[in-house]
C-alpha cells in the first residue's frame, strides 16, 4: 500500500525555520518524481518543490527559491523541505506527492499519490 506521511509542521514566527518530513511506504521513493506543494485558504494548491529521479537536482518556484531546500535521506525513504526565513505568506497546508511517471513539475495532476498535509503558520 502506498503511502505518504508529511508531518514538522506547527507556528513559526516570521523569520523563522521548519523542516517538514515526507515518508514514504509501499514505493521506494529515489525512483520517482517527489514534490512539495502548499494549499492557503482560497487559494490553488501550488508547487514549492520537486525532485526527479533522473538528476536528483531539485527545483523550486520563485517564491521559495533561495529560502527552502528540498532533500531525500534514501536510506529512510524520506524527502524533506527545510523553510528558512519564513514569511506570513508561506502560511498554508503543505502537502508532498509522488509522480510514479517520474515526469519532474509542478502540475499537481501528474501527481499519483498525496500525503494528509501537514500545516504550517507563520504569524507573529
Known amino acids: 500500500q502506498v503511502q505518504l506521511v508529511e508531518s514538522g509542521g506547527g507556528l513559526v514566527q516570521p523569520g523563522g525555520s521548519l523542516r517538514l518530513s515526507c515518508a514514504a511506504s509501499g514505493f521506494t521513493l529515489p525512483y520517482y518524481t517527489i514534490g512539495w506543494f502548499r494549499q492557503a485558504p482560497g487559494k490553488e494548491r501550488e508547487g514549492v518543490s520537486c525532485?526527479?529521479?533522473?538528476?536528483?537536482?531539485?527545483y523550486y518556484a520563485n517564491s521559495v527559491k533561495g529560502r527552502f531546500t528540498l532533500s531525500r535521506d534514501n536510506a529512510k525513504n524520506t524527502v524533506y523541505l527545510q523553510m528558512n526565513s519564513l514569511k506570513p505568506e508561506d502560511t498554508a497546508v503543505y502537502y508532498c506527492?509522488?509522480?510514479?511517471?517520474?515526469?519532474?513539475?509542478?502540475?499537481?495532476?501528474?501527481?499519483?499519490?498525496w500525503g494528509q498535509g501537514t500545516q504550517v503558520t507563520v504569524s507573529s
Open positions: 506527492a509522488a509522480d510514479l511517471a517520474d515526469r519532474l513539475g509542478f502540475d499537481r495532476y501528474e501527481y499519483d499519490y
Open positions: 525532485v526527479s529521479s533522473r538528476d536528483g537536482r531539485p
